[in-house]
């Protein structure tokens, strides 16, 4: 399975139903909260991405809670 990371927020609601969704479908993946980790917020200022949740599956981006595509890539 390709690597998972999930960019998230502290107060994002969509982050909190993308993380539970993974862990529903045993789908392993790595959280970077971009309120408490400077890397993951200049990643993100850095790549121009505006939103999270933004999800990382192999080198795909994924933002927002797009179950069709997450979905799709993950083979779900």
């Known amino acids: 399975m390709e690597n998972v990371t999930v960019y998230?927020?502290?107060s994002c609601?969509?982050?909190t139903m993308i993380k539970d969704?993974?862990?529903e479908n045993n789908?392993?993946?790595?959280?970077?909260?971009v309120d408490e980790d400077p890397e993951a917020r200049a990643f993100l200022i850095k790549n121009r991405?505006?939103?999270?949740p933004t999800t990382y599956i192999g080198d795909v981006?994924?933002?927002g809670f797009d179950k069709?595509?997450?979905d799709e890539l993950l083979g779900l």
């Open 8 to 10: 998230t927020s502290t």
């Open 13 to 15: 609601h969509y982050c």
């Open 21 to 23: 969704y993974l862990r």
């Open 27 to 33: 789908v392993q993946f790595v959280e970077k909260n």
């Open 49 to 52: 991405i505006m939103g999270v």
């Open 61 to 63: 981006q994924v933002t």
């Open 68 to 70: 069709e595509k997450i």
